[in-house]
């Protein structure tokens, strides 16, 4: 069923847009207009009274027909994101649905292919997210690292992620380095990772459960060709 509406907009932006799909967020939330010949494009800024109507498809509020005549539109703005952890997108779902997110350093558990197999699995940490891939360019592939933009979504009752965007692929998440009680330790995200360092500012090896002493400039590097998910520590002298 159709719902009347009229608000009152201060900012919002669109953030993308993609055929009949148009997102958009202010300050307090994001929506979804799905409306064919919207005319919104990404970066369009909107001030003023936004009359229409919407429903709830699948779980997640949508825009079906609109009026821009009570609003300015102003192009060229630039357009929010909002980089989330799993864990915290998880424990806050509701307040994230249809905003431009990114999450960084996530490990590919269940691949996407297109639209051809459209549905699949992000991991970060011990927290999994779905994903639902709406493009027919873009691919996840199994066991990659990556960083990628995506809007929260609902089918029916289901947590996902609305993809539309190629993601960076890595070859590592990004390196982890902490010093505490005189030991430094190295830790990656990637499972089977090999950890290369410096000891002294010369060549890179591989260390394996050895013990150096090393000061923390001195470790310049992270390699992972995908072997083994380990910390590795150096204690001063």
Not at 130 to 153: E, H, I, K, Q, R
Request: one cysteine or more; glycine letters at 8%.
């Amino acid at each position: 069923t159709l719902n009347s509406f009229e608000i009152n907009v201060t900012d919002a932006i669109v953030t993308y847009v993609n055929g009949n799909n148009a997102y958009v967020e202010d300050a307090t939330a994001g929506i979804l207009i799905y409306k064919s010949s919207h005319g919104l494009k990404a970066g369009d800024k909107l001030n003023g009274t936004l009359s229409g109507k919407g429903w709830v498809r699948y779980g997640v509020a949508q825009i079906t027909e609109f009026s821009l005549t009570g609003i300015t539109k102003e192009s060229g703005a630039e357009i929010p994101v909002t980089v989330v952890s799993v864990t915290d997108l998880l424990n806050d779902y509701k307040s994230y649905v249809s905003k431009r997110i990114q999450i960084v350093d996530a490990t590919v558990t269940d691949g996407v292919t297109g639209l051809t197999d459209r549905n699949g699995v992000v991991k970060q940490g011990d927290k999994t997210v779905n994903l639902y891939n709406n493009s027919s360019s873009v691919n996840f592939a199994g066991t990659s690292v990556v960083d990628f933009y995506a809007y929260p979504s609902y089918y029916n009752t289901t947590k996902q992620l609305a993809t539309w965007e190629t993601p960076t692929t890595k070859k590592v998440a990004t390196p982890e380095i902490a010093c505490a009680s005189n030991v430094v330790t190295i830790t990656c995200g990637t499972p089977s990772a090999t950890i290369y360092c410096s000891v002294d500012g010369g060549e890179y090896a591989q260390y394996s459960g050895h013990r150096y002493p090393v000061a923390i400039h001195q470790l310049r590097r992270l390699i992972v060709p995908g072997i083994l998910d380990t910390a590795f520590h150096f204690p001063e002298d």
